[in-house]
């Protein structure tokens, strides 16, 4: 079973500029999550997608970040403009809905803002 | 936003000791999970656990969900030089299949 797909692994950017990143789930899940992980710490939510709806985007900081999923499959994480802080690695997950809920996770995209 | 407190934040071990880490909440979950992280990579799913009290083994770890549902603990028997990573825990109340994670434990094994 292919696992989550994402890309770009690596992503350096200049501050103001924009970013986009895409993350392909497993076949079948139908939740999707993006996660920050800052440099020593765990990951932190951003958004997580039920199908193609929004359950909770409550820490996504919604003036500069945008996620969709179109069409409930894969999703992209935009970002513009970026900030120093964003530095960062994004990671996305996902998981079969329902109990015993598990998510695996993509390798991630490592994002450095210059 | 929150995260849970993971213990000890780092450890540096000799080859063939035991580890043991934990985690604490402020708040209920239904579901803890154990994953290891390594360099470059994503989180890795070592452990997942349903119930209080459960105890759960996955080779040489070994975790168990705690009774007051707000900690969980994390054991590595004998360990070995690849078992050094950064080992997460994430909690959920299951009502939303949303998780918090942990600020993480850095294992290192000195051969």
């Known amino acids: 079973e292919a696992g989550v797909a994402q890309s770009p692994r690596y992503k350096i950017i200049e501050k103001r500029q924009s970013v986009a990143f895409w993350c392909n789930p497993i076949s079948g899940h139908a939740t999707l999550y993006w996660y920050q992980q800052i440099l020593g710490q765990g990951p932190k939510l951003l958004i997580q997608?039920?199908?193609?709806?929004?359950?909770?985007d409550s820490q996504l900081p919604k003036d500069r970040f945008s996620a969709e999923r179109l069409k409930g499959v894969d999703s992209t994480l935009k970002i513009q403009p970026a900030k120093l802080e964003d530095s960062a690695v994004y990671l996305c997950a996902s998981s079969l809905q329902g109990f015993k809920n598990i998510q695996y996770f993509g390798a991630g995209t490592r994002l450095s803002v210059l | 936003g929150q995260q849970l407190n993971q213990s000890p934040q780092s450890m540096f071990i000799q080859e063939g000791e035991d580890v043991s880490m934990n985690c604490t909440s402020s708040?209920?979950?239904?579901?803890w999970l154990w994953y290891k992280q390594e360099p470059g990579e994503g989180p890795v799913l070592l452990i997942a656990l349903y119930k209080a009290g459960e105890l759960t083994s996955n080779g040489r770890l070994t975790a168990q969900f705690g009774i007051t549902r707000k900690d969980s603990f994390l054991n590595i028997s004998a360990s070995i030089p690849s078992d050094v990573g950064i080992y997460f825990c994430?909690?959920?109340?299951?009502?939303?299949?949303?998780?918090?994670f942990g600020t993480g434990t850095r294992l290192k094994v000195l051969a």
């Open positions: 994430a909690g959920s109340d299951s009502g939303t299949y949303k998780y918090i």
């Open positions: 708040s209920i979950f239904n579901t």
């Open positions: 997608f039920q199908n193609n709806g929004v359950v909770d």
